[in-house]
């Protein structure tokens, strides 16, 4: 399957120094968690999420099997429902 790349900035986010709960990071993210895709005025928390919505948003992009049963199979989908419901910072969300 032909794939192509998309152009994109990466911002490089402090966590050491809480860089993340600043207005100009949290205010973008819902979680206040890295990372946080930016696409002009959409903001998009949640790597999962995120690599869902590149796949169907963006041609080119294969990242997931199309087929739903394959795709529901993919590490990612449970590897990522288990960490983010594990995760405390989840229960002030
Ligand atoms: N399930 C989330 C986890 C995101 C996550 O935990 N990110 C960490 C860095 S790898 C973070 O932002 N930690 C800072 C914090 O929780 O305050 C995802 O996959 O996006």
Redesign the pocket.
Known sequence: MPRSLLSFELVA?D?VN?A??EPGYAESSL?????TLIHGNFAL??????TECLDEGFSGILLYPKDAISRARTPSSSV?AK??HA?P?RALH
Request: glycine letters at 0%; charged letters at 20%; zero cysteines.
């Open positions: 986010i966590l809480n993340n709960l979680t206040r968690r890295v990372p928390s949640e790597s999962s999420a995120i990522a960490r983010s995760h910072a």
